[in-house]
């Protein structure tokens, strides 16, 4: 049966609160990461937290999923950037590789620890429901930000593992790099791309969605 506005920006806010839970652990982490590597930019800015509403920004994370989700029933979205400062940091070619790679570890940890409880806790209906549906959220998070398209954490990793030269020419593609995500999304090359992979994921953690 279609869904009527109103059922899909009830919809919407479901997925959105498990989003933002799935967002603040790999915020976090790349905050976390940073500092105990010599940045302190991102504690100082109020990001080293698991509060999620530290990591949303109005645009990004929240009015265009909106606008996304109530036209075609899905969405992408972003959280606001860490700030890093690189310089502050010890080895700032090697821990950007670090910090980039970070975020993905935690949404993979998050979903590998839901999914051990989920095997093991009692739960009724709605608790493996929203179990489920929040190890593939952050299964997808976690498969979607290894993407080596700036500035999702793939490039950071990559930038790392590259000469400087290639590296700096790499990085000049950044300011397009929203518009290029939001075209592959657009054209489903995204879904063809991460969707196996997040496939093969959930069934290692023998998770049904």
Aim: aromatic residues 12%; positive net charge; contains cysteine.
């Amino acid at each position: 049966m279609p869904q009527y506005p109103l059922e899909r920006f009830v919809s919407f806010l479901a997925l959105f609160a498990l989003l933002i839970l799935a967002m603040a652990a790999h915020e976090f982490a790349h905050s976390l990461t940073a500092y105990k590597l010599g940045d302190s930019t991102a504690r100082h800015s109020g990001r080293l937290t698991l509060n999620p509403f530290a990591h949303i920004d109005i645009f990004w994370t929240i009015l265009l999923p909106l606008m996304l989700f109530m036209s075609t029933g899905l969405f992408i979205a972003a959280a606001k950037p860490v700030p890093i400062n690189y310089w502050a940091l010890r080895n700032p070619k090697k821990d950007m590789v670090l910090i980039g790679i970070s975020g993905c570890a935690a949404n993979f940890l998050f979903a590998l620890l839901l999914s051990i409880l989920l095997r093991f806790l009692p739960m009724n209906l709605l608790l493996t429901s929203i179990f489920s549906k929040l190890i593939y959220i952050n299964v997808i998070l976690g498969v979607f930000n290894l993407i080596p398209i700036p500035p999702l954490d793939g490039s950071r990793v990559l930038m790392g593992l590259l000469p400087r030269g290639p590296a700096e020419q790499y990085a000049a593609i950044e300011p397009f790099g929203f518009i290029i995500v939001l075209a592959l999304f657009a054209l489903g090359v995204l879904g063809l791309v991460i969707g196996p992979i997040v496939t093969i994921i959930m069934r290692l953690l023998g998770v049904p969605f």
